[in-house]
């Protein structure tokens, strides 16, 4: 679609420090445990960043795209909490789990505070 309206998209991995391609064997080939993956790894370097780039080029002309403000999820008609459940149902649970563990040292604070 992008490539459609004249729009060059270039892909850069960027989600581990090696380089797929740069690694020293096939990714179902991996070691299953840190040591035999440092002990393959120890001669491979580390490809270098690509610089930021210093402007972006301006929205599409096409579509009918106006820039403005980014709008709000409640703007878009989604719930916020929904949201951040379905997309990061790891995320929500962890921040569920620190409120109440807040919660709980709070209570137990408060509880030695009368009582000890």
């Not at 679609?1 to 380089?19: C, R």
Request: proline letters at 7%.
């Amino acid at each position: 679609m992008l490539k459609d309206e004249g729009v060059e998209t270039k892909y850069f991995w960027g989600s581990t420090l090696f380089h797929p391609d740069d690694l020293p064997f096939k990714l179902h080939e991996m070691p299953s445990n840190y040591g035999g993956f440092r002990e393959k790894v120890q001669n491979v370097h580390v490809r270098k960043t690509i610089e930021a780039p210093t402007q972006l080029k301006g929205l599409p002309q096409q579509g009918g795209v106006k820039s403005g403000d980014i709008p709000s999820l409640q703007e878009l008609g989604l719930n916020p909490t929904t949201v951040l459940r379905q997309v990061f149902p790891s995320l929500f649970f962890c921040m569920c789990a620190c409120l109440l563990f807040l919660f709980a040292s709070r209570l137990l604070a408060l509880s030695c505070n009368h009582h000890c």
